[in-house]
């Protein structure tokens, strides 16, 4: 396990892990792709609608429900192969979850901008647990604009590969950022898989309004390719 520290954020990642579980990562993404309801919400951001660049599917235990720029999303099931994986994760980490955010990057034109996942509805204790399927791709981090903590830190990159896992430990996500930059010669597919501990007693505001501290940028306009890009070219 690599471990990732500056003021404000713990990262653990370690290469490989899936393959070193026994998985057959190319064979995941192809049935995940094949058997999930993907979808590409559109967001809005002053004013006008714009889809996401990506594809996104939620899939969490009953009552774990969110809210999306303003509409209701639906939650998918889990199916055997996420059920897998996620006792896979409760055994080896012992770390529990009940809710998986699955964002599919078709190509390197897809993107996530600048944000936290810092909403209420999340356990504020509990890492971000994720894994990386198909094309490597740079996970950037960044300290919070305003942030008196890591003020003056160099940014972060974590080159993610197929299988890799990331635990993103607190307080992380209470003083860093972190996007995935557009890679405009890359061709191959990417499936990230976050999976999470949220209140079910509680509707989420997840990819909200909010803004990101010291940034004028909401979470839903970050999230929707709304902040610059880190890099188009590479």
Known sequence: MILIE???LRLRHQPGWLQACGWNTTALRHQLVRNLPWDQPEVLVYGRRHPTPRLTCWVADPGCTYRYSGLNQTISAWTPELSALRALLQDRLDLDCNSLLLNRYRS???RMGWHADD??????SAPIISLSLGISRPLRFRPRPGDPLARGISPVAVELA???????????QR???HGLPARLRLLGERINLTFRLIQPSTAM???STRAPLGSAATSTQARA??????NTSA
């Open 175 to 177: 003083h860093w950022q």
């Open 119 to 124: 909403e209420p509805e999340l356990e504020a």
């Open 205 to 207: 505001q997840s990819i």
């Open 108 to 110: 390197g034109a897809d």
């Open 225 to 230: 390719g709304g902040t610059a890009p880190l």
């Open 6 to 8: 500056r003021p404000g």
């Open 162 to 172: 197929d299988g890799d896992l990331l635990l993103m430990d607190p307080p992380s």
